[in-house]
């Protein structure tokens, strides 16, 4: 199993950038697709964005394309979230997860019921 930690989430101006991180630790981290959900309050878990173990493969929800960019360093055991251009609605928890499931070197999930490990959540508020 894997441990999930996230950091780098605060308050920024609308307009602004965020980097979130997510460390993680224990073994196979290198073979899971790895995934950023986040949820405001009164509303369901999100998809954000994805990428495949080996980096190859990343996608991303309709409201954050173009803005996000999800990216992983296996060597550091590591997966950043950039966040440009950000707007008041995204303001949110943000949560790392991991996805157990394998079915290709370059799959990955857009459903929160893929996903096994679950981080703490970090708060992104973005400010009007």
């Known amino acids: 199993q894997v441990q999930l930690v996230e950091s780098g989430g605060g308050l920024v101006q609308a307009g602004g950038s965020v980097r979130l991180s997510c460390a993680a630790s224990?073994?196979?981290?290198?073979?899971?697709?790895m995934g950023w959900f986040r949820q405001a309050p009164g509303k369901e878990r999100q998809f954000v964005a994805a990428?495949?173990?080996?980096?190859?493969?990343?996608g991303y929800g309709d409201s954050v394309k173009g803005r996000f960019t999800i990216s992983r360093d296996n060597a550091k055991n590591t997966v950043y979230l950039q966040m440009n251009s950000l707007k008041p609605e995204d303001t949110a928890v943000y949560y790392c997860a991991g996805d157990i499931h394998y079915d290709g070197p370059y799959y990955y999930s857009d459903d929160v019921e893929r996903y096994t490990y679950w981080g703490q959540g970090t708060q992104v508020t973005v400010s009007s």
């Open positions: 990428i495949s173990w080996n980096g190859g493969s990343t």
């Open positions: 224990g073994r196979s981290f290198a073979s899971h697709a």
